[in-house]
């Protein structure tokens, strides 16, 4: 009974470990949605040291367009 035990606990912890696995599919929409989260921060950076208010809301805009990008992107996943 004992051994029995052990190995159902133990192809319990195999299919846990499957489940938690992720797709190419799945790891390509996580490492873009990380690129467009890195691409808006910088924007955002080099909206701060912008030289003047137009400047400042045009980089402040793409940053939000990345956003929504990485936001789209982690919806469709």
């Known amino acids: 009974m004992k051994k029995l035990s052990v190995v159902v606990v133990a192809a319990g912890l195999i299919a846990l470990a499957a489940c938690n696995k992720q797709t ?8 873009t949605t990380a690129a467009l989260e890195n691409q808006a921060e910088a924007l955002e950076n ?4 912008a030289s003047n208010e137009a400047v400042e809301s045009a980089l402040e805009n793409k940053a939000d367009a990345a956003e929504e990008a990485a936001d789209a992107v982690q919806d469709a996943k």
């Open 46 to 49: 080099a909206a701060d040291y």
């Open 24 to 31: 190419p599919a799945e790891n390509a929409a996580d490492n």
